[in-house]
Nanobody, 118 residues
Framework: QVHLVESGGGLVQAGESLRLSCAAS????????LGWYRQVPGKQREMVAT???????YYEDSVTGRFTISRDNDKNMMYLQMTNLKVEDTAIYYC????????????WGQGTQVTVSA
């Protein structure tokens, strides 16, 4: 089992940058794929980016080239560097984890609000 805590959300203007952090704790954190999801009220939660312990990454199309996911295995930390933010990036961002051989993310943080103003 893994416990996740996000930080770093806030209010920024369009075009600005923001970095989210996720602290992971528990046994064998390296065995988990970590990821960022986001959710807007009234809409389904959507995957933003994921990263394995060796650094293999995946990005949702709308954030490719603007967001960078990274992971510090020594500190059990994950980050999402967001640049050139757009109003449509406004959402609650969640840190998530799934065991490496599972298909679904099963562990979630409490979420952090990101608001991008025009």
């Amino acid at each position: 089992q893994v416990h996740l805590v996000e930080s770093g959300g806030g209010l920024v203007q369009a075009g600005e940058s923001l970095r989210l952090s996720c602290a992971a704790s528990g046994r064998d954190v390296l065995d988990y794929v970590l990821g960022w999801y986001r959710q807007v009220p009234g809409k389904q939660r959507e995957m933003v980016a994921t990263i394995t312990w060796v650094g293999a990454t995946y990005y949702e199309d709308s954030v490719t080239g603007r967001f960078t996911i990274s992971r510090d295995n020594d500190k059990n930390m994950m980050y999402l560097q967001m640049t050139n933010l757009k109003v449509e990036d406004t959402a609650i961002y969640y840190c998530a984890a799934k065991y490496i051989d599972r298909s679904q993310f099963a562990y979630w943080g409490q979420g952090t609000q990101v608001t991008v103003s025009a």
